[in-house]
């Protein structure tokens, strides 16, 4: 949660060109240290979400303490790894799931990390996000929608057991979203078409099937999401919002505008509070609900910058 609210933190710093959250960032870099030193912990995924927060930072400030933290934390991700499943990074560091979050993660990071070094090291990243992508692509998590699913079980798709096939569970909004940001940042280097429109594929099918008769997103865990999945759309929205950047779709930038405008009106509790579900009405708010909500309104405003 907080390596997100960094992340909208930065890209609303960004669109207001303004360095006034600059300590913010510092702070945060020194004082979250203080819990878990070098942003490590026993998830992968939540490592990743640090990487991906601190390289846009550094894009943001280009203070290179930031990027360096990321390529430390991607060494860690890479441990990760092994031949199980024919390859891809666990969930954690027990070893007993391969899921999806997680390897978009170690995907984005990666292909991040690629086109902001150069010569050995960013052939290296890009070997790893090449590679990533490769068994993610043969893995079975993307479903016959265009959808992708939790993670890989046993073929009875018992959650948390070693298995290699598609389980089947749900298919969380921010699964559909960090995997358009990696196939971006892959593209930028490869050039392989492929990528966009696998991306576009993925998005598309988010889009018209995670969505209400209003085109309004949700996740299956609505009202109460927790302290994890409250944060799943935004992510959805920012990495679509990136794709749409980057590869533009007229539907992708309308369904970026029609959340944004329910968000503001229907969504929104006193004193600029927003609440998780954004066809409203809002019943409460949190630090989850606020930052996810955020980051459509941020990301709405981003295309209307540049579309």
Known sequence: NSANAITVLVDYARIKNTKQYTPVFE???????????GFMNNFYDDEGWWALA?????????N?????????????????????C?????????????????NELFLSVAAHLANRTSGNVHR?????????????????????????NDGLSNSQGKAGSVGCV????????????????GLVELSSSTHDLSLPQTARRIARAAIT?????????????????????????????????????NFPRPAFKSFVDTNAD??????????????????????????????????????????QNTN
């Open 64 to 84: 290179t303490q930031y990027l360096s933290m990321a390529e430390s934390i991607f060494a860690d991700l890479a441990g990760g790894w092994d031949d199980t």
């Open 209 to 245: 099937l995670l969505v209400d008769g209003d085109g309004i997103l949700h996740d299956s865990c609505e009202p109460n999401c927790g302290a994890d999945g409250v944060q799943f759309k935004g992510i959805f929205v920012r990495n679509l919002v990136l794709l749409d950047k």
């Open 166 to 181: 598609n389980n089947g569970r749900s298919t969380w909004s921010y699964n559909q979203g960090v995997v358009l940001g």
């Open 54 to 62: 601190w390289i846009d930072a550094y894009d943001l400030t280009l």
């Open 124 to 148: 290296r990243y890009l070997n790893w996000g090449k590679k990533e992508w490769t068994w993610f692509l043969a893995s079975g998590l993307i479903n016959e929608k265009g959808l992708v």
């Open 86 to 102: 024919g390859g891809g990074i666990w969930w954690s560091k027990d070893r007993r799931y391969k899921n999806a979050i997680a």
């Open 27 to 37: 702070n945060t870099f020194i004082e979250a240290q203080k819990t878990n030193p």
């Open 262 to 303: 329910s968000v503001w009106k229907n969504a929104q509790g006193k004193n600029f509070q927003l609440g998780q579900n954004w066809s409203g009405p809002f019943n409460a708010g949190n630090a989850g609900s606020q930052t996810s909500a955020l980051d459509v309104l941020v990301g709405a405003a981003m295309l």
